[in-house]
């Protein structure tokens, strides 16, 4: 799984580019995918979603890919700006032992973009 | 619009001291979470409850306890607090993952500090 603990990688990006953030998942029976963006001192937000029957989904100026093969998820953003400078996560629904549902979340990605 | 409230935002205890977080949201969400944040790190989950009265350990759940007695809240509760629980902690809930607008709302965090 995804490892927990460690610090954040990070991506710096020129403003105007787009970026491309990877996320790998776990669980080959997750079959729900998130991606949240946080911003300095606030609390994640929701970016997009994709379920594990598509392949690809788009958003403003932003695409999630899924390869449930490689168990790999990336965001794409498009003509970045600089209010795209934030912490990135992807996060996969699993099933526990006993029936729940939970979200559990990378480790996390900081994009940096430059003007 | 209140969405997910958690209070306090701001909390300096000792070491040894007990204290509880509070989390309410009313969007009549099934799933709610606490997480904390380190410093430049991940969000990690401590404990998860997918319904009213029913809760279950994430990956960090030692020296954590909760309750899930409404649908509407979810506390946190840390009954000795140590150094090692400084951190920012984010309360999340969600409908049930697969369903439309199935993603996480988080609150803006408390931010604790143990001396």
């Known amino acids: 799984g995804e490892s927990v603990g460690l610090h954040l990688p990070t991506l710096s990006v020129q403003e105007g580019d787009n970026s491309i953030i990877n996320c790998a998942y776990s669980n080959s029976a997750s079959d729900y995918f998130i991606w949240y963006k946080q911003e300095s001192g606030k609390g994640p937000q929701f970016i997009i979603d994709i379920r594990s029957n598509m392949d690809k989904r788009q958003g403003q100026r932003v695409t999630v890919l899924l390869n449930k093969t490689v168990k790999h998820l990336s965001l794409q953003i498009a003509a970045t700006q600089p209010g795209d400078s934030a912490v990135y996560f992807c996060?996969?629904?699993?099933?526990?032992?006993?029936?729940?549902?939970?979200?559990?979340f990378g480790t996390g990605t900081r994009l940096t973009i430059i003007p | 619009n209140a969405g997910v409230t958690q209070t306090p935002k701001f909390q300096v205890l000792k070491t040894g001291q007990s204290m509880t977080l509070q989390c309410a949201q009313d969007?009549?969400?099934?799933?709610m979470y606490w997480y904390r944040q380190d410093p430049g790190m991940g969000l990690r989950l401590i404990y998860y409850s997918a319904s009213e009265g029913t809760t279950d350990k994430g990956e960090v759940p030692d020296g954590y306890n909760v309750s899930r007695l409404k649908k509407q809240n979810f506390l946190l509760g840390l009954e000795s607090a140590a150094p090692s629980q400084t951190s920012v902690y984010f309360c999340?809930?969600?409908?049930?993952?697969?369903?439309?607008?199935?993603?996480?709302?988080f609150g803006q965090g408390t931010r604790l500090t143990v001396v």
């Open positions: 996060a996969e629904n699993m099933v526990s032992n006993f029936g729940n549902e939970k979200l559990t």
């Open positions: 999340a809930s969600s409908s049930l993952p697969g369903q439309l607008l199935a993603e996480a709302f």
């Open positions: 969007m009549n969400h099934n799933s």
